[in-house]
């Protein structure tokens, strides 16, 4: 449930927000409605997608993404520690060779969001350190509900938010293919202009957002 905001109609203007199809959807979306009832005056404009933003060009007021790379002279909050889940369908997991350990990972294909980097090399953010993978076969795309689809379908393993695939899992179409590995979560940060950092709308947007988004998700099930 979206976090109630009090009612302020004193903040008027325009605020831009940047942020990726995966966060505005799954994250920012059912929060928004309150914030604009709380702003009535405040003209919001939000772009989601994996463009580049430049905020010195003032394309937008804020920025929000799971990476701070290239971003490191703005002021970043950390709103969001999303867990992450490796599932895949019954059928996939059915017939290929069973996970008991990483080096088994490589026998098998993978969905993952990791779009920048190039060959066929796949990175699995486990928590004590970032393990690489060379997969039989891998499929890349920035949009972690497409990948959703492919799982379900038994195109491979996917790497993506639990609270994406949790509906999956819970109803049998998908299962945690890997149960025992901990794996390190998709952190989101707010980033604006240090010139921002005075600007009550920007402030308002923030401290708002990282309140509705404090409540973490539950871990997973082995959807066995």
Do not use: W
């Amino acid at each position: 449930m979206a976090q109630r905001a009090s009612t302020s109609d004193d903040l008027r203007g325009r605020l831009r927000v940047s942020a990726s199809s995966y966060f505005g959807r799954a994250l920012l979306a059912p929060h928004l409605p309150a914030f604009m009832a709380a702003h009535p005056r405040l003209e919001i404009t939000v772009r989601l997608g994996s463009h580049k933003v430049d905020l010195s060009r003032e394309e937008a007021d804020v920025l929000i993404r799971a990476s701070r790379e290239g971003c490191e002279d703005l002021v970043a909050r950390r709103v969001a520690s999303e867990p992450l889940v490796l599932c895949a369908a019954p059928s996939y997991l059915e017939r290929r060779p069973q996970i008991k350990d990483l080096e088994d990972l490589a026998q098998h294909t993978f969905l993952t969001c990791d779009t920048e980097r190039a060959g066929q090399e796949m990175i699995i953010p486990i928590v004590s350190r970032e393990h690489s993978v060379q997969p039989i076969g891998l499929f890349r795309s920035n949009d972690p509900e497409l990948l959703l689809r492919l799982a379900c379908a038994g195109k491979g393993i996917a790497l993506i938010p639990l609270i994406l695939a949790k509906p999956n899992i819970e109803d049998g179409s998908l299962q945690v293919a890997f149960p025992t590995l901990e794996l390190r979560p998709m952190e989101f940060d707010l980033m604006y202009l240090p010139g921002k950092r005075n600007s009550r709308k920007v402030r308002a947007f923030a401290d708002y957002l990282l309140g509705a988004l404090k409540q973490p998700a539950g871990r997973p099930s082995s959807g066995a």
